[in-house]
T-cell receptor, first 110, second 114 residues
């Protein structure tokens, strides 16, 4: 069964706008990771946030984690056309594997 | 940079054939994974391996097997291909410890079973 569920399933914005994607999960976790996938390619790791962290930044990316609500959000600021991709959250519960959500498809129009 | 290489980007096979998908990583990672990706279902774990000759079932192992004879290579085998195994297959690797490290993915093999 899916551990992570992303919301929205699809998002369309103009260049320069911010994009926010949300992820909800069901069980306790060690960390939560966000990945990006360009069309027809593999996933690329973006950022990892540990269960004892509340916020993390990497360039134009900002990730928050609320373990009490079992949710995380990924914010991409000042989006560019090159940010067009699918974005996945992946949770690391106390087992030996990551569990991926179904992803958010982001379209950024020039 | 870690490089995970999958032997084929596109593959077309016939029902009943035995199919081999190969994956090689160049960073001496202990962990290797095979996923399949289908629209609306996200990534689902088929098998994974923590060491040479070790394998563990993921969420959907039925109809698949794996082989890890060398640390850098992890093969996925479709014993008798069926049309419902048409999918995008992704290989990934990560270093120890087991569950907490980011995974590095190959570009995938889009497999069609006719």
């Amino acid at each position: 069964s899916q551990q992570g569920e992303e919301d929205p399933q699809a998002l369309s914005i103009q260049e320069g706008e911010n994009a926010t994607m949300n992820c909800s999960y069901k069980t306790s976790i060690n960390n939560l990771q966000w990945y990006r996938q360009n069309s027809g390619r593999g996933l690329v790791h973006l950022i990892l946030i540990r269960s004892n962290e509340r916020e993390k930044h990497s360039g134009r990316l900002r990730v928050t984690l609320d373990t009490s609500k079992k949710s995380s959000s990924l914010l991409i600021t000042a989006s560019r056309a090159a940010d067009t991709a699918s974005y996945f959250c992946a949770t690391a519960p106390n087992t030996d594997k990551l569990i991926f959500g179904t992803g958010t498809r982001l379209q950024v129009f020039p | 940079d870690v490089k995970v290489t999958q032997s084929s980007r596109y593959l077309v096979k016939r029902t009943g054939e035995k199919v081999f998908l190969e994956c090689v990583q160049d960073m001496d990672h202990e962990n290797m994974f095979w996923y399949r990706q289908d629209p609306g279902l996200g990534l689902r774990l088929i098998y994974f391996s923590y060491d040479v000759k070790m394998k563990e079932k993921g969420d959907i192992p039925e109809g698949y097997s794996v082989s890890r004879e060398k640390k850098e290579r992890f093969s996925l085998i479709l014993e008798s291909a069926s049309t419902n195994q048409t999918s995008m297959y992704l290989c990934a690797s990560s270093p120890l410890p087991r569950s907490n490290q980011p995974q590095h993915f190959g570009d995938g093999t889009r497999l069609s079973i006719l």
